[in-house]
C-alpha cells in the first residue's frame, strides 16, 4: 500500500490481485468470471420492497431501533426452527443474527485468536475468511480434502483454535466434501474439542442430487437436549436470497453465541433492525424456497453451459471437475509454465477476468489455478469468455 499514514502493519500483508479482480466488474466490455456474485433477475424486488415498507410501518421500532445485540429474538426463533429436527435441537440461544456471513468469520477470529493462532483450514481457503483473520496474524495447518487418500482429520484438527471448512460447493474449489469425511471432522473434533466452522452459503446449491448432511446435524446426533457441541455454523442469505440485506446467522453452543456476542457488541452493536425484519419475513412466508426452483434452473444450465465452453476451448490447457452445484468450477493448468498471477492480467487484456488460486492461499503460493465463477453471466457471455480465457492462456503460454 503506498501512503505515509502510520497505518497498522497487516495492511501490508494484503493480496494486490484480490484488488484488480474484485474491481474488473467496473470495466466496460469486461466479462468478469472472477466474482462470486448471485444473478440478481430472481431477486423478488417488489416483494422485498413491500416487506420493507410494512416493517418501518408496522413494526417501527424493531425495524428502526437499535436491536439486541445478538439479533430480533423471533429471528432467532425462525433460524432455530429453520434447522430444527428429530436430532437437532436448538433455541434461540444457539443462535446469532450476523451483519452477513462475513461479520461471523471476523467475529470468531476475534474471540478465538490471539496473535498467531493456529487454523487448521480446508485448502484452497476461502479469500474472505483469510481477509477476516489477516490482522490476527495466524498460521494455517493445511487441510487437502480431495483426492483419495482418507483424510485424518483428528490430526488436523489436533491443538488448533479452530478448523474451517466449507463442505457444500467450497469456494474457491467447488469441491462437495464427502460423507465420510464429514463424518470424521465431526468425530474429530468431539474427540478433540477443537471448535469446527462449517461455512455454508452454498448449501441450497446443490444441481444434481440430495443435500448430503451438516456437520451440525451429525454432531448434535449425539447428544439429547439443546445443541452444545463444537460445530459453529454459519449461515447466509446472500445466495439463498439476496447479499445486499447482509443478513446472516451462527448457530452454536450457547457459551459461543454468548462470547460472539460480546465480539459483536465492539463491532456494530447490532445487524439492521429493518434488513432482520425483511428476513423475519422472507423466512416465514417461504421467499426462500420459491426462488429456489427457478435460480437452481439457471445455475444449471449456467453451469453446463461453461463446463461445455471450457472442455470445447480449455482441455489442453487445464484440468477439472465439473462442480454438483455451487457457484464455481476450479481449474488447474496442465502446464507449470502457466503462473495464473501473470494469467489475470493477460486474460484482463482480452476482456476476461478469472480469480488466480494465490488469492485463496494465506502464503500467496499457489499460483497454477484458477477460480471461474458461473452464475452471473449468461451463457452467450460464458461462452465468449471462456474463448477468451483460452485465447489468453495461449498467449502468455507463448511468451514464457
Ligand atoms: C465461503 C464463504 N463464506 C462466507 C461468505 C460471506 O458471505 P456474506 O457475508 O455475503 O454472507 C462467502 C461469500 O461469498 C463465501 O463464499
Same mark, same amino acid.
Given at each position: 500500500?503506498?501512503?505515509?499514514?502510520?497505518? #497498522?502493519?497487516?495492511?501490508?500483508?494484503?493480496? *494486490?490481485?484480490?484488488?484488480?479482480?474484485? !474491481?474488473?466488474?467496473?470495466?466496460?466490455?469486461?466479462?468478469?468470471?472472477?466474482?462470486?456474485?448471485?444473478?440478481?433477475?430472481?431477486?423478488?424486488? =417488489?416483494?422485498?420492497?413491500?416487506?420493507?415498507?410494512?416493517?418501518?410501518?408496522?413494526? $417501527?421500532?424493531? !425495524?428502526? !431501533?437499535? %436491536?439486541?445485540? *445478538? +439479533?430480533?429474538?423471533?429471528?432467532?426463533? /425462525?433460524?432455530?426452527?429453520?434447522?430444527?429436527?428429530?436430532?437437532?435441537?436448538?433455541?434461540?440461544?444457539?443462535?446469532?443474527?450476523?451483519? +452477513?456471513?462475513?461479520?461471523? &468469520?471476523?467475529?470468531? +477470529?476475534?474471540?478465538?485468536?490471539? *496473535?498467531?493462532?493456529?487454523?487448521?483450514?480446508?485448502?484452497? $481457503?476461502?479469500?474472505? #475468511?483469510?481477509?477476516?483473520?489477516?490482522?490476527?496474524?495466524?498460521?494455517?495447518?493445511?487441510?487437502?480434502?480431495?483426492?483419495?487418500?482418507?483424510?485424518?482429520?483428528?490430526? #488436523? @484438527?489436533? +491443538?488448533?483454535?479452530?478448523?474451517?471448512? /466449507?463442505?457444500?460447493?467450497?469456494?474457491? %474449489?467447488?469441491?462437495?466434501?464427502?460423507?465420510?469425511?464429514?463424518?470424521?471432522?465431526?468425530?474429530?473434533?468431539?474427540?478433540?474439542?477443537? &471448535?469446527?466452522?462449517?461455512?455454508?452459503?452454498y448449501g441450497t446449491l446443490y444441481l444434481d442430487g440430495p443435500p448430503l448432511p451438516r456437520l451440525l446435524d451429525l454432531s448434535a446426533k449425539r447428544q439429547i437436549g439443546p445443541y452444545d457441541g463444537p460445530i459453529v455454523y454459519l449461515g447466509t442469505l446472500s445466495k439463498m436470497l439476496v447479499p445486499g440485506l447482509r443478513i446472516g446467522w451462527v448457530i452454536g453452543a450457547p457459551d459461543v453465541i454468548t462470547a460472539l456476542t460480546l465480539a459483536k457488541q465492539g463491532s456494530d452493536i447490532c445487524t439492521s433492525g429493518l434488513c432482520q425484519k425483511i428476513a423475519q419475513e422472507a423466512f416465514s412466508q417461504g421467499l426462500i424456497e420459491d426462488i @429456489?426452483?427457478?435460480?437452481?434452473?439457471?445455475?444449471?444450465?449456467?453451469?453446463?453451459?461453461?463446463?461445455?465452453?471450457?472442455?470445447?476451448?480449455?482441455?489442453? @490447457?487445464?484440468?477439472?471437475?465439473?462442480?454438483?452445484?455451487?457457484?464455481?468450477?476450479?481449474?488447474?493448468?496442465?502446464?507449470?509454465?502457466?503462473?495464473?498471477?501473470?494469467? &489475470?492480467?493477460?486474460?484482463?487484456?482480452?476482456?476476461?477476468?478469472?480469480?488466480?488460486? %494465490? !488469492?485463496? =492461499?494465506?502464503?500467496?503460493?499457489?499460483?497454477?489455478?484458477?477460480?471461474?465463477?458461473?452464475?452471473?453471466?449468461?451463457?452467450?457471455?460464458?461462452?465468449?469468455?471462456?474463448?477468451?480465457?483460452?485465447?489468453? $492462456?495461449?498467449?502468455?503460454?507463448?511468451?514464457?
Amino acid at each position: 500500500m503506498i501512503s505515509k499514514r502510520p497505518f #497498522a502493519k497487516w495492511l501490508g500483508d494484503t493480496n *494486490e490481485v484480490t484488488r484488480i479482480f474484485l !474491481a474488473a466488474g467496473e470495466i466496460p466490455d469486461m466479462i468478469n468470471l472472477a466474482g462470486g456474485l448471485p444473478e440478481p433477475s430472481v431477486w423478488p424486488a =417488489d416483494i422485498i420492497a413491500d416487506m420493507a415498507y410494512k416493517a418501518v410501518l408496522e413494526n $417501527t421500532e424493531e !425495524a428502526l !431501533a437499535y %436491536s439486541p445485540i *445478538e +439479533g430480533l429474538p423471533r429471528l432467532r426463533d /425462525v433460524i432455530a426452527e429453520r434447522y430444527n429436527n428429530n436430532e437437532t435441537k436448538l433455541t434461540r440461544d444457539n443462535v446469532l443474527v450476523t451483519t +452477513g456471513g462475513m461479520q461471523a &468469520l471476523d467475529l470468531l +477470529g476475534k474471540i478465538m485468536l490471539d *496473535e498467531g493462532g493456529l487454523i487448521a483450514g480446508q485448502f484452497p $481457503t476461502y479469500l474472505g #475468511a483469510l481477509d477476516a483473520w489477516r490482522p490476527r496474524k495466524p498460521s494455517y495447518r493445511p487441510m487437502h480434502l480431495e483426492g483419495n487418500k482418507k483424510f485424518d482429520a483428528h490430526a #488436523a @484438527l489436533e +491443538g488448533a483454535k479452530f478448523g474451517y471448512i /466449507v463442505p457444500n460447493f467450497s469456494n474457491p %474449489s467447488g469441491f462437495l466434501v464427502p460423507l465420510e469425511t464429514r463424518k470424521s471432522f465431526v468425530d474429530a473434533a468431539h474427540a478433540t474439542g477443537t &471448535l469446527l466452522i462449517e461455512d455454508d452459503p452454498y448449501g441450497t446449491l446443490y444441481l444434481d442430487g440430495p443435500p448430503l448432511p451438516r456437520l451440525l446435524d451429525l454432531s448434535a446426533k449425539r447428544q439429547i437436549g439443546p445443541y452444545d457441541g463444537p460445530i459453529v455454523y454459519l449461515g447466509t442469505l446472500s445466495k439463498m436470497l439476496v447479499p445486499g440485506l447482509r443478513i446472516g446467522w451462527v448457530i452454536g453452543a450457547p457459551d459461543v453465541i454468548t462470547a460472539l456476542t460480546l465480539a459483536k457488541q465492539g463491532s456494530d452493536i447490532c445487524t439492521s433492525g429493518l434488513c432482520q425484519k425483511i428476513a423475519q419475513e422472507a423466512f416465514s412466508q417461504g421467499l426462500i424456497e420459491d426462488i @429456489l426452483a427457478p435460480t437452481l434452473s439457471i445455475y444449471k444450465t449456467r453451469r453446463d453451459v461453461l463446463c461445455d465452453a471450457m472442455e470445447a476451448n480449455l482441455s489442453e @490447457l487445464f484440468q477439472w471437475t465439473k462442480p454438483q452445484g455451487g457457484m464455481f468450477v476450479w481449474a488447474q493448468a496442465i502446464d507449470p509454465r502457466i503462473d495464473t498471477n501473470l494469467l &489475470l492480467h493477460t486474460a484482463m487484456d482480452c476482456g476476461v477476468c478469472v480469480s488466480p488460486s %494465490s !488469492a485463496f =492461499d494465506p502464503s500467496g503460493a499457489n499460483k497454477n489455478s484458477i477460480r471461474i465463477n458461473f452464475t452471473l453471466n449468461e451463457p452467450d457471455k460464458l461462452n465468449v469468455g471462456i474463448k477468451r480465457l483460452a485465447t489468453a $492462456t495461449r498467449r502468455l503460454l507463448a511468451e514464457s
